[in-house]
């Protein structure tokens, strides 16, 4: 067996999905805010978003974190046997046969919520560096594989202009998912420099005709936070 390390930079998107149903601090109540008026959604936001930076956020009892590559904004992508300090082997997005994942993974925890949760949905972009890690044959058969949500299949347009939340994970691979000949590698390191960082604040509805639930957004748009990109990611 020979130990190897895929070594990828590029442009990243970290997505952090809260449910707020259990958040009860001593000094933070949602029953103190009126959300039908607009100042007091906006400072709602504004003060669950500084929770999140406090790490408050990740205590609560359902939370989801998906990290996400660009497939069009990778800048470097090497294969190196041993270790990530020895000379690498130059690859690109075409080196992967794409596993394709469903969209709606991510966001799974919605149908487990109650009717009327309020969700907390905080975007990074920025420029991330990972280092994928493992022991494969000497001479490994079969494809490199990486996970990839493929809206185009899962995701109707109807499904796709309602639920704009899902355009936070469409079309962009997932490293964490990422095999070689069969044999997953585990996340050895990951460096992330947000560039751009929103929020926004959901709702969960149910359709009354198939009783599946959704995330609708509280009328105010997405809070930006941190902007120091030259673009939109």
């Excluded at 999905?17 to 709602?44: K, Q």
């Excluded at 009717?115 to 890690?133: H, K, M, Q, T």
Aim: charged content about 30%; overall charge negative.
């Amino acid at each position: 067996m020979n130990e190897i390390t895929i070594h990828i930079e590029g442009q990243t998107r970290l997505v952090a999905l809260y449910n707020l149903s259990s958040l009860d601090t001593e000094s933070f109540r949602t029953e103190e805010y009126d959300l039908s008026d607009h100042g007091d959604l906006l400072r709602f936001v504004e003060e669950v978003n500084a929770l999140a930076e406090e790490g408050e956020l990740d205590a609560l009892e359902d939370v989801r974190v998906v990290l996400a590559l660009d497939p069009e904004g990778i800048e470097e992508l090497t294969l190196h046997r041993g270790t990530p300090q020895e000379a690498g082997e130059p690859l690109d997005s075409e080196s992967f046969v794409l596993d394709n994942l469903s969209p709606y993974a991510p966001f799974e925890m919605v149908q487990r919520a109650e009717v009327g949760d309020l969700f907390y949905l905080r975007s990074e972009s920025g420029r991330g560096i990972w280092d994928l890690a493992g022991e494969v044959p000497e001479e490994p058969e079969g494809p490199m594989e990486i996970g990839y949500y493929d809206c185009t299949e899962d995701l109707d347009i109807y499904d796709a202009l309602r639920e704009s939340y899902y355009d936070f994970v469409c079309d962009t691979m997932v490293p964490e998912r990422l095999k070689v000949a069969g044999t997953p590698l585990s996340l050895d390191r990951f460096d992330f420099e947000p560039a751009q960082i929103s929020g926004a604040l959901y709702r969960v509805v149910e359709d009354p005709e198939n009783g599946l639930k959704s995330l609708e957004r509280l009328p105010v748009p997405p809070r930006l936070f941190l902007d120091e990109s030259e673009e939109e990611f």
